[in-house]
């Protein structure tokens, strides 16, 4: 099977990446990593469109984040720790996967790369619109992980809506992108976790792309062999979200969350929540004990951690 990434530029995602080389060993993995910028803008013009949508605390909450996880990612290598926290770059240098960064995903030096890979499947996390030419590009399609749970949390940052709107379960949805329109396509396959108390947004962050990162290659597999089939969304159902608000912080703080906690980003430097025991497992299971690479299709829903 040959899989393209495209990921956008945050440390949590080499754990997906990393999910899918341990279980899924045999497949050629290649890596798109998009910074945080909008398509055609600079970082600046980028900075000025979305600023002014959001309120003052979320937006220095955000600023608190990012001196964090800048912190965070320098650490591990004084340290030689914290895994889960190397950079895109470094995941595909240290395996060799086929590496391309890009500011614009549509860009025809972008689809060039993507199309060198002769990819089986593209597979995205990001914040870009995909456009047709893209779509047509993979043998299988162009599937989506959204971080949260459709149909209840579509939209932009579901990880944070989960929190503040006292969501009890929390998790990932896999779904394909059929057209240009936004979580909207046809729904593989979804896990979920329990909202643990008092749990940061980062930290939420980092166990739905824990989640995701067990659930895409039974999801991979599923395609492979043809066994999983979408599931259309029903378009009326649940509900879209926007850029939080002061009245959604204050929720979130309410109910005794926050953005982001020290002491829960320093345990995850420390290896808390190492998952590579059970990723191990899942890919002597997939390969071995349920037959085959095709075998171990999820159903759907797929619930549980």
């Given at each position: 099977?040959r899989?393209?990434?495209?990921?956008?530029?945050?440390?949590l995602?080499n754990?997906i990446?990393?999910s899918?080389?341990?279980a899924r060993?045999?497949?050629?993995i290649?890596?798109?990593?998009v910074?945080?910028v909008?398509?055609?803008?600079s970082?600046?013009?980028?900075?000025h469109?979305?600023v002014?949508k959001?309120?003052?605390?979320?937006?220095?909450?955000?600023?608190?984040?990012g001196?964090?996880?800048?912190?965070?990612?320098a650490?591990?290598?004084l340290?030689?720790r914290g895994p889960v926290?190397?950079?895109?770059?470094?995941?595909?240098?240290?395996?060799?996967l086929?590496f391309?960064?890009?500011?614009?995903?549509m860009?025809?030096e972008?689809?060039?790369?993507?199309r060198?890979q002769?990819?089986?499947?593209?597979?995205t996390?990001f914040?870009?619109?995909?456009?047709?030419?893209l779509i047509?590009l993979?043998?299988l399609?162009?599937?989506?992980?959204?971080?949260g749970?459709?149909?209840h949390?579509?939209?932009?940052?579901?990880?944070f809506?989960e929190?503040?709107?006292?969501s009890?379960?929390?998790g990932?949805?896999?779904?394909?992108?059929?057209?240009?329109s936004v979580?909207?396509?046809g729904?593989?396959?979804?896990?979920?976790y329990?909202v643990?108390?008092?749990?940061s947004?980062?930290?939420?962050?980092?166990?739905?792309c824990?989640?995701?990162?067990?659930?895409?290659p039974r999801v991979?597999?599923?395609l492979?062999?043809?066994?999983?089939k979408?599931?259309?969304?029903?378009?009326?159902?649940?509900?879209?979200?926007r850029?939080?608000?002061s009245a959604?912080?204050?929720?979130?703080?309410?109910?005794?969350?926050?953005l982001?906690s020290?002491?829960?980003?320093?345990?995850?430097?420390?290896?808390a929540?190492?998952?590579?025991?059970?990723?191990e497992?899942?890919?002597?299971e997939?390969?071995?004990?349920?037959?085959?690479?095709g075998?171990?299709?999820p159903?759907r829903?797929?619930?549980?951690?």
């Open positions: 099977m899989v393209v990434y495209v990921l956008a530029e945050y440390s995602h754990h990446v990393e899918h080389r341990l060993p045999g497949d050629h290649a890596v798109c990593k910074p945080l909008l398509r055609g803008k970082r600046s013009e980028t900075v469109r979305i002014p959001l309120s003052q605390r979320f937006l220095a909450g955000k600023v608190v984040e001196l964090a996880l800048l912190a965070i990612t650490l591990p290598k340290m030689g926290f190397r950079r895109l770059r470094t995941i595909a240098r240290r395996h060799r086929p391309h960064r890009t500011e614009d995903i860009s025809a972008t689809l060039g790369f993507i060198e002769r990819p089986d499947l593209v597979v996390l914040h870009q619109i995909v456009r047709q030419a047509d993979p043998r399609g162009v599937v989506n992980i959204h971080p749970l459709i149909p949390f579509r939209g932009i940052q579901p990880y809506w929190l503040s709107e006292g009890e379960r929390a990932a949805t896999v779904h394909f992108i059929e057209d240009e979580d909207s396509g729904v593989l396959a979804q896990t979920s329990e643990p108390a008092g749990i947004v980062q930290r939420n962050y980092y166990l739905t824990r989640a995701a990162g067990r659930l895409m991979i597999a599923g492979e062999s043809g066994s999983l979408p599931e259309d969304q029903d378009p009326d159902a649940g509900a879209y979200w850029w939080p608000d959604a912080f204050d929720r979130l703080r309410g109910r005794g969350h926050s982001v020290w002491r829960q980003l320093v345990g995850l430097l420390a290896g929540d190492d998952d590579r025991p059970s990723l497992r899942l890919g002597a997939m390969a071995g004990a349920l037959g085959g690479p075998a171990g299709a159903e829903p797929l619930h549980g951690g």
